[in-house]
T-cell receptor, first 114, second 114 residues
Framework: QKEVEQNSGPLSVPEGAIASLNCTYS??????FFWYRQYSGKSPELIMS????GDKEDGRFTAQLNKASQYVSLLIRDSQPSDSATYLC??????????????FGKGTHLIIQP | ETGVTQTPRHLVMGMTNKKSLKCEQH?????MYWYKQSAKKPLELMFV???????ENNSVPSRFSPECPNSSHLFLHLHTLQPEDSALYLC?????????????FGPGTRLTVL
């Protein structure tokens, strides 16, 4: 059973602070990891992708990957009220036999308090 | 039109109706996907098409029938649906179906089955 686990929250963070979102996955062979942001009533939009162990930074966002621990995280620095949304962790658990699409977690609902 | 478009945006249908959802991508991609997003559940992959060939059917009931006439268009034909099929149906596309390929989502069709 392919699974991606996230704390559903809500996670409440003061404006200007760092928001830390976490995700674990079940398939040790997974190689591709994505963070999507989804506002209420909207479709997911890509924030970051990460494929190698370590950190990847893009503006206020940093993705962290630890394949040994099967753990991926997203840090949002200088959090803004506009960052309030549900953050979806997605893993491509590619079987090698064909495209498997993405396996998503349930998402973490993030609230940035002004 | 840019990105991934979906029509209709909202659909209400009875259990005996037959309807179709349409997705079109303007990104020059070769892989397209259908996902289902129900309340309180993670996004679920339904179907994957790569270069017009179906490569994944994630144990979806036969009342959902996909069609991919070319790499830019994807349909989901619906018939004799159940109320529990009410959900947001999302189409996505990627350059191809490699595990590292980033998927971009359309705005979704909100389906209500009465």
């Amino acid at each position: 059973q392919k699974e991606v686990e996230q704390n559903s929250g809500p996670l409440s963070v003061p404006e200007g602070a760092i928001a830390s979102l976490n995700c674990t996955y079940s398939d040790r062979g997974s190689q591709s990891f994505f963070w999507y942001r989804q506002y209420s009533g909207k479709s997911p939009e890509l924030i970051m992708s990460i494929y190698s162990n370590g950190d990847k930074e893009d503006g206020r966002f940093t993705a962290q990957l630890n394949k040994a621990s099967q753990y991926v995280s997203l840090l949002i620095r200088d959090s803004q009220p506009s960052d309030s949304a549900t953050y979806l962790c997605a893993v491509n658990m590619y079987s090698g036999g064909g495209a498997d699409g993405l396996t998503f977690g349930k998402g973490t609902h993030l609230i940035i308090q002004p | 039109e840019t990105g991934v478009t979906q029509t209709p945006r909202h659909l209400v249908m009875g259990m005996t109706n037959k309807k179709s959802l349409k997705c079109e991508q303007h990104l020059g991609h070769n892989a397209m996907y259908w996902y289902k997003q129900s309340a309180k559940k993670p996004l679920e992959l339904m179907f994957v098409y790569n270069f017009k060939e179906q490569t994944e059917n994630n144990s979806v009931p036969s009342r959902f029938s996909p069609e991919c006439p070319n790499s830019s268009h994807l349909f989901l034909h619906l018939h004799t649906l159940q109320p529990e099929d009410s959900a947001l149906y999302l189409c996505a596309s990627s350059q191809d179906a490699r595990e590292a390929a980033t998927q971009y989502f359309g705005p979704g069709t909100r389906l209500t089955v009465l």
